[in-house]
């Protein structure tokens, strides 16, 4: 009996949650429509810090940031609403957008045939929508089986035992990519440059030599940290050291 009260107090506690988070989100898009952009960004940060996001979330507050001319702010929540979703086309369309307000323009070192398949294609789902896909898969590769294990017409056996196969290759194929993206996004981490101004220092030293010079919005990828600074690399290949102050780690959580 104990336990069962406790599971109550527990769905009615969630309950009540949700009820808040669904209230402050209305109020945000409220105060959005009507032009107070620096009171939605107030109550969606609210929800965002409170760990109950999505992909609108982030999405909206990009928005927010982005009628206030907050270039670092904006572009980073749109790639948040990216990494939740990747077919997230608003969020990417707005981002394009919110990329020509930053300063720097920054030329992209050549890629390989693959290499472009594998950003315009495979990375287009995240890890966890390929694992779904091999669930998927598996699933069928196990219902095609049993059909053909059960079947008697030859036919109609030959035409399951193919489907097996193709569901198995598939599946395989799929588990693969799952497992090639899960290592790539665990080892690869991002940040947005959130500092107006930043000089990017040679080595992790204050009195160290200027680098190059870095704006609000920029996208770097962090390949090190030393006490308070981190490596960092753009996508041309240069690579330096900055204040970890001047950045924000693009995660979800």
């Given at each position: 009996?104990?336990?069962?009260?406790?599971?109550?107090?527990?769905?009615?506690?969630?309950?009540?949650?949700?009820?808040?988070?669904?209230?402050?989100?209305?109020?945000?898009?409220?105060?959005?429509?009507?032009?107070?952009?620096?009171?939605?960004?107030?109550?969606?940060?609210?929800?965002?810090?409170?760990?109950?996001?999505?992909?609108?979330?982030?999405?909206?507050?990009?928005?927010?940031?982005?009628?206030?001319?907050?270039?670092?702010?904006?572009?980073?929540?749109?790639?948040?609403?990216?990494?939740?979703?990747?077919?997230?086309?608003?969020?990417?369309?707005?981002?394009?957008?919110?990329?020509?307000?930053?300063?720097?323009?920054?030329?992209?070192?050549?890629?390989?045939?693959?290499?472009?398949?594998?950003?315009?294609?495979?990375?287009?789902?995240?890890?966890?929508?390929?694992?779904?896909?091999?669930?998927?898969?598996?699933?069928?590769?196990?219902?095609?089986?049993?059909?053909?294990?059960?079947?008697?017409?030859?036919?109609?056996?030959?035409l399951f035992f193919t489907s097996t196969v193709i569901s198995v290759l598939l599946l395989v194929t799929s588990l693969?990519?799952?497992?090639?993206?899960?290592?790539?996004?665990?080892?690869?981490?991002?940040?947005?440059?959130?500092?107006?101004?930043?000089?990017?220092?040679?080595?992790?030293?204050?009195?160290?030599?200027?680098?190059?010079?870095?704006?609000?919005?920029?996208?770097?990828?962090?390949?090190?940290?030393?006490?308070?600074?981190?490596?960092?690399?753009?996508?041309?290949?240069?690579?330096?050291?900055?204040?970890?102050?001047?950045i924000n780690i693009l995660n979800v959580f």
């Amino acid at each position: 009996m104990k336990k069962i009260l406790l599971l109550l107090a527990f769905f009615t506690v969630n309950g009540l949650f949700s009820q808040d988070f669904d209230k402050l989100f209305s109020e945000a898009k409220n105060f959005y429509k009507n032009g107070n952009y620096e009171n939605a960004i107030e109550l969606y940060e609210q929800i965002a810090v409170s760990g109950n996001v999505s992909t609108e979330l982030f999405y909206n507050l990009g928005n927010s940031y982005y009628k206030i001319n907050k270039v670092g702010p904006s572009i980073y929540n749109y790639e948040k609403a990216l990494l939740l979703d990747p077919l997230n086309e608003d969020a990417e369309n707005n981002l394009i957008f919110a990329k020509r307000l930053s300063l720097d323009r920054i030329e992209e070192l050549p890629k390989s045939a693959l290499q472009k398949f594998n950003e315009n294609y495979i990375s287009k789902l995240h890890y966890n929508q390929w694992a779904t896909l091999s669930v998927v898969l598996s699933l069928l590769a196990a219902l095609f089986f049993l059909l053909y294990y059960f079947s008697h017409s030859p036919s109609i056996k030959r035409l399951f035992f193919t489907s097996t196969v193709i569901s198995v290759l598939l599946l395989v194929t799929s588990l693969s990519i799952t497992v090639n993206q899960y290592g790539v996004d665990s080892r690869k981490v991002e940040a947005i440059i959130y500092a107006t101004e930043v000089s990017v220092k040679n080595e992790p030293t204050k009195s160290a030599e200027e680098a190059f010079i870095l704006h609000e919005g920029t996208k770097v990828i962090v390949l090190d940290q030393v006490d308070d600074w981190k490596k960092i690399k753009l996508v041309d290949g240069k690579i330096g050291w900055l204040k970890e102050q001047d950045i924000n780690i693009l995660n979800v959580f």
